[in-house]
């Protein structure tokens, strides 16, 4: 059976809520692996929720729906402040990328007091801005930027993650909105360890079954590369 856009394969789905230090509860969802521990875990930290950015946007959902069967891999989604999904409304409201850094915060506490192992940020957009501001955590062994816009996200931010050591993957669109290809390599060059992987043909909101999968190809090469390549077809159940 080929893998499609509507693919759901088996996981153990769990809705999860995030306590943040100013006292709100964000709403989430963990999918794990159906019968086995994960291997590793994605923080998925979505688009501007001005924009309609939100837990379910589509590369990130189909992350949840597919790695935990695929790749053994834990995806942790959740509402930042103030966003709506169908999984429900975060408390608060929108902090333009500030007041977010709790719920960066929550999340990875999450992901420790649950034993969640080897956490990765995954930002997509204005998530890439969180990753870059709020993620350089202990707990966080590296982080993957799709279509880093670097408008919240300064040259300090580059420097302080150059500084943390981390692995960084930014996968950048040929035809971004925001940024593209040759000048995010000029931007990211501050941090030694980087990597800039521009996609040819993709747009900033990577639509298309195409790039999705180029997406998460590239996620499971660097958080489980025992499990890359990803199969397109699984076997009828």
Same mark, same amino acid.
């Given at each position: ?19 943040? @230090?100013? &006292? ?27 924009? =309609? ?11 949840? !729906? ?25 408390? =608060?409201?929108? =902090? !333009? ?13 999450? @992901? ?10 995954? &930002? ?10 709020? &993620? ?23 420097? &302080? ?34 990597? +800039? ?10 639509? =298309? ?7 998460? !190809?590239?996620?499971?090469?660097? +958080? !489980? ?13």
């Amino acid at each position: 059976m080929e893998i499609r856009a509507s693919t759901v394969l088996p996981a153990r789905r769990e809705p999860i809520e995030l306590v943040t @230090a100013d &006292g709100l509860t964000l709403v989430g969802e963990l999918a794990l692996p159906a019968d086995r521990p994960p291997a590793a875990t994605l923080v998925c930290l979505h688009p501007l929720p001005t924009h =309609g950015g939100m837990m379910d946007s589509h590369v990130l959902k189909k992350a949840a !729906n597919r790695l935990p069967a695929l790749a053994d891999l834990a995806v942790l989604r959740f509402n930042t402040r103030g966003t709506t999904s169908d999984r429900g409304t975060s408390q =608060g409201a929108f =902090g !333009n990328g500030e007041d977010e850094r709790l719920d960066v915060a929550a999340a990875l506490e999450y @992901a420790e007091f649950h034993d969640l192992p080897r956490a990765w940020l995954v &930002g997509w957009s204005f998530g890439t801005e969180l990753a870059l501001k709020w &993620g350089r955590d202990p707990l966080v062994e590296g982080a993957i930027l799709l279509s880093p816009p670097l408008h919240r996200a300064t040259d300090a931010d580059l420097d &302080g993650w150059a500084e943390f050591g981390r692995p960084l993957t930014a996968l950048v669109p040929e035809f971004d909105d925001y940024l593209r290809p040759a000048e995010a390599r000029e931007r990211f060059a501050r941090v030694p360890q980087a990597e +800039v992987v521009g996609v040819d043909g993709a747009k900033h909101l990577w639509v =298309g079954e195409p790039y999705v999968r180029i997406v998460l !190809n590239e996620i499971v090469r660097r +958080v !489980n590369p025992a499990a890359h390549p990803l199969p397109t077809e699984i076997p009828e159940s």
